[in-house]
């Protein structure tokens, strides 16, 4: 084995990686999740606290 078939090896393993990662992130069960996260920066701060905590 020399050192092209290792890189072919190696990125093989990352392309197989990749598309594994992929369809994680676009299965139908991971919607909810990834939709409610999208959401998260305009849930309603605690009530008297600003942006970084800071009281009012």
Do not use: C, H, T
């Not at 020399?2 to 392309?15: H, K, Q, T």
């Not at 676009?26 to 605690?46: G, I, Q, T, V, Y």
Request: no cysteine; aromatic share 12%; net charge neutral.
């Amino acid at each position: 084995m020399d050192v092209n078939d290792a890189r072919v090896v190696v990125m093989l393993f990352g392309l197989a990686l990749f598309l594994g990662i992929w369809a994680w992130a676009w299965s139908k069960r991971r919607k909810a999740d990834f939709d409610e996260a999208a959401r998260l920066p305009f849930a309603d701060e605690e009530p008297g606290r600003g942006a970084r905590g800071e009281q009012r």
